[in-house]
């Protein structure tokens, strides 16, 4: 702002801080003033980067005129807002998406992984959904298993250090003795919250957060169990029947597990008949 004369051109250079030299593209410069104009505006240029960082401040000064003199306000301070996911994002690795494992009494291990900012504290709420909850996404001839039959619900949560990248978490799958396909068990993200480590002068929005819907659910698979699709053998084992009979002979029975069209080959083998027959059954 200029007070009092107007008359005439003048020039005010101005400076910003040391510190702001990797911020700005330009810490110095300098602004015209015409005859009769009162306000200008000093334009600074905040250089572009992908490096996670919290508030930071600098000062900008008016170190000189041309014509005329300073007045008693000649610095002001400036503020570059956080950026780049100080906090960080919050996802579960790939090696979680989907894991594959037999049926049985065991833990399973799966990652979080911390991407971008590593700074402050940061509380992960995670859990797993229910049988009756929407599917995240579907995965062809796999089906949904069942909490408390083929693994326990969980809803817990882990911390994160700051400057720390990944986390293991565990969930605990079950064995039964019932013939199952290939069931799937989904283990979500559900919040995050800062706890610690921040700055306190100004709460930044959107950080720490959730990545992608895709990438904060896990998937572990529990594979085809427990003769899932079943096995088969001939209902008796020897038949007798009239000779010139035509008709159904004997059964072929399917035992176990269900799931899926299944193909069973047999053959007539000659003892003391002579001719034998072979087929396909399914």
């Known amino acids: 702002m200029r007070s009092f004369g107007a008359l005439s051109n003048v020039t005010v250079f101005w400076e910003a801080d ?37 508030d930071k401040r600098f000062g900008v000064s008016l170190v000189n005129v041309s014509h005329g003199r300073l007045g008693v306000r000649t610095e002001a301070t400036v503020t570059v807002l956080a950026s780049d996911d100080p906090y960080g994002v919050f996802v579960f690795s790939e090696s979680s998406r989907p894991v594959r494992l037999p049926e049985g009494h065991t833990l399973v291990t799966l990652t979080i992984h911390r991407q971008r900012g590593l700074m ?17 996404f579907m995965t062809p001839g796999v089906g949904r298993a069942n909490e408390g039959n083929d693994f326990v619900p969980l809803l817990e949560s882990v911390v994160f250090a700051a400057n720390q990248i990944e986390a293991k978490v565990t969930l605990r799958v079950l064995d039964d003795e019932e013939p199952e396909r290939d069931e799937s068990v989904f283990m979500e993200l559900i919040s995050v919250n800062l706890i610690g480590g921040g700055q306190h002068e100004r709460l930044i929005v959107q950080s720490p957060r959730l990545g992608p819907k895709a990438e904060i659910v896990a998937q572990v698979i529990i594979e085809a169990n427990d003769d899932a699709f079943g096995f088969l053998q001939l209902s008796a084992p020897a038949v007798n029947v009239a000779e010139n009979y035509v008709g159904p002979i004997i059964n072929v029975t399917r035992i176990g597990g269900i799931f899926a069209d299944v193909s069973v080959k047999f053959s007539a083998v000659p003892m003391t008949a002579r001719v034998g027959k072979c087929g396909e059954l399914t």
């Not at 990797?22 to 000093?42: C, K, P, Y």
């Not at 402050?120 to 995240?136: H, I, K, M, N, Q």
Request: glycine share 10%.
């Open 18 to 54: 040391v510190s702001s030299e990797e911020d700005l593209i330009s810490r110095a410069g300098n602004i015209t003033f015409h005859v009769g104009q009162t306000r200008g505006e000093i334009e600074l240029q905040v250089a572009q980067d992908e490096v996670p960082e919290l």
């Open 120 to 136: 402050g504290r940061v509380r992960v709420t995670y859990g797993t959904l229910s049988e009756a909850d929407a599917a995240p």
